[in-house]
């Protein structure tokens, strides 16, 4: 019994060792770089464009933009398109209603009668957009021509409240809302996809390594070369037949999987924030870094001086008695050997105690001394 147990346990031990080297294997293949087309690049010609439109929010609880003049003339003029006139010279009460700025995006392919979503946003005083409509109001791409219309009411998720004694206290932003599928398509967008004898594929990040093992697994996927790489960010592949193949062609190649190559060693730095992104492939030629700190404390002591018992004129003063004292903390070195990797960086850096900041400056110096083997960005 003790060995069919032992010889069970044995078994279980296997299959376990067996599934922990497949997950390896599944981790090593999904670290090795390979990724898809449709991750990497994408088709010239499929491309979302950007709308714009200025309208009128009406409805709005006294927190408009009260009598502007061109959210007076924009009520007029709307107004008049509905065949009212109102009478020269009395301008309506405008703490209704607020002019705005309606900004969308037109997805690539979209057709006529499709929905898209719109934000909004206060172009004048108004306090908040809470509880408004939009007026329908037309959207016009770069070339100034109208693509959809945009009108319903606004989910606005800021609010803002006044006091009687002018104090105010605003949540998030009301002055800017959204309305869901706001917006109505009227005509698409003109597209050059499958207009032309090739699709060209545009990579997201420029590598000629990239570009051409690109264009390598689309040709081994297509059985013929078909792919050739035109230049660090463009593969072109031949494409036969109407827009229908050119679909099924698309779709095909955006399921090809490609080695991806290693990205350039960087080192980016967010000057606001203090964050240090250290990418893995940065490396560390010969060096040494001391980080010390200097404190200077500067002490205010103040004294009272005051005549002598005896004394028949004087006054009690006041004198200041500075001291100042500096004291620096003991240096540390941290040494460098040729090749150090990113861990290497980590440890040697901790081990100084360096903050971020302290980290920035290290950083910087190593560049300047030509011993950081990486682009150091800054943003």
């Known amino acids: 019994m003790a060995a069919a147990h032992s010889m069970a ?9 067996t599934a922990f080297a497949l997950a390896l294997g599944v981790s090593a293949s999904a670290f090795a770089g390979a990724e898809r087309v449709k991750d990497l690049a994408r088709f010239q010609g499929v491309r979302a464009n950007g709308l714009v ?21 924009s009520m007029r003029s709307a107004a008049s398109a509905l065949g009212v006139q109102l009478p020269p010279g009395i301008n309506p009460a405008l703490k209704n209603a ?15 009668g499709q929905r898209i979503d719109v934000t909004v946003s206060a172009l004048g005083r108004a306090k908040s957009l809470r509880g408004g409509t939009l ?3 037309p959207l016009k791409g770069a070339d100034g021509g109208a693509y959809a219309l945009a009108q319903g009411h606004l989910t606005v998720g800021g609010f803002g409240a006044d006091g009687a004694d002018g104090s105010k206290v605003v949540v ?3 002055t800017s809302g959204r309305i869901p599928g706001g917006a109505i398509v009227e005509r698409p967008a003109p597209s050059p996809f499958g207009s032309g004898e090739a699709l060209v594929l545009d990579l997201h990040t420029p590598s000629f390594q990239t570009a051409q093992a ?45 080695a991806v190559a290693a990205p350039p060693a960087r080192v980016v730095v967010n000057a606001r924030t203090g964050t240090i992104v250290i990418g893995g492939d940065v ?18 002591n103040y004294r009272v001086s005051q005549p002598g018992p005896l004394a028949r004129r004087g006054d009690t003063v006041v004198t200041p008695d500075s001291e100042i004292a500096a ?10 050997a040729p090749g150090a990797r990113l861990s290497d960086i980590v440890d040697a850096v901790n081990a100084l105690g360096a903050a971020p900041g302290d980290l920035v400056a290290i950083l910087e110096a190593l560049k300047e001394a030509g011993a950081l083997r990486a682009e150091l960005v800054v943003i």
């Open 53 to 73: 439109g200025y309208g009128l929010v009406v409805g709005l609880p006294g927190t408009g933009d009260d009598n502007l003049a061109y959210t007076v003339q």
């Open 172 to 174: 998030n932003t009301p």
């Open 283 to 300: 490396r560390i030629r010969p060096a040494a870094i001391s980080h010390g700190n200097l404190t200077v404390a500067v002490s205010e």
């Open 135 to 137: 007026l329908m109001t």
């Open 9 to 17: 346990r044995l078994a279980r031990m296997a299959r376990l060792a």
């Open 98 to 112: 607020a002019a705005v700025m309606i900004t969308a995006e037109l997805p690539p392919f979209a057709k006529s």
């Open 327 to 336: 004291r620096e903390e003991p240096v540390r070195m941290g040494l460098f």
């Open 214 to 258: 690109m264009a390598q697994a689309i040709n081994r996927a297509e059985g013929r070369l078909v792919a050739r790489a035109l230049d660090a960010v463009s593969v072109a592949v031949e494409a036969q037949g109407g827009a229908s193949a050119q679909v099924a062609l698309a779709g095909r190649i955006e399921a090809v999987e490609v």
